[in-house]
């Protein structure tokens, strides 16, 4: 089993820069991707980013965050950070990480590919 917990959300203007982490512990064969997803009420839930757990480390992005967000890894404290910069209004939501497969050695932004859930931490983007 694995848990995930994420951490660094909170308000922040529109143009500011957030920080989000993901704290992976646990053992299991079953997940190869870590991946961000966001939930705004009233939606359902969008893939953000992902990266690969291989030595490859793909990683993938939504096309509204292109640019504005980096995903990366530090295997040794098993985190995964998100860096979100240029944060817009509609870029506020409920941001879970999870852990799952990834598809021909490259991470998906599918929901069912992922296993294991974080609670999720509220990022909210507002003058």
């Known amino acids: 089993q694995l848990q995930l917990v994420e951490s660094g959300g909170g308000l922040v203007q529109p143009g500011g820069s957030l920080r989000l982490s993901c704290a992976v512990s646990?053992?299991?064969?079953?997940?190869?991707?870590i991946g961000w997803f966001r939930q705004a009420p009233g939606k359902e839930r969008e893939g953000v980013s992902c990266?690969?757990?291989?030595?490859?480390?793909?990683?993938g992005y939504a096309d509204s965050v292109k640019g504005r967000f980096t995903i990366s890894r530090d295997n040794a404290k098993n985190t995964v950070t998100l860096q979100m910069n240029s944060l817009k209004p509609e870029d506020t939501a409920v941001y879970y990480c999870?852990?799952?497969?990834?598809?021909?050695?490259?991470?998906?932004?599918?929901?069912?590919?992922?296993?294991?859930w974080g609670q999720g931490t509220q990022v909210t983007v507002s003058s």
């Open positions: 999870a852990a799952g497969r990834s598809l021909f050695g490259r991470c998906v932004l599918v929901p069912r590919m992922y296993a294991y």
């Open positions: 990266i690969s757990s291989s030595g490859g480390s793909s990683t």
């Open positions: 646990g053992f299991t064969l079953d997940y190869d991707a």
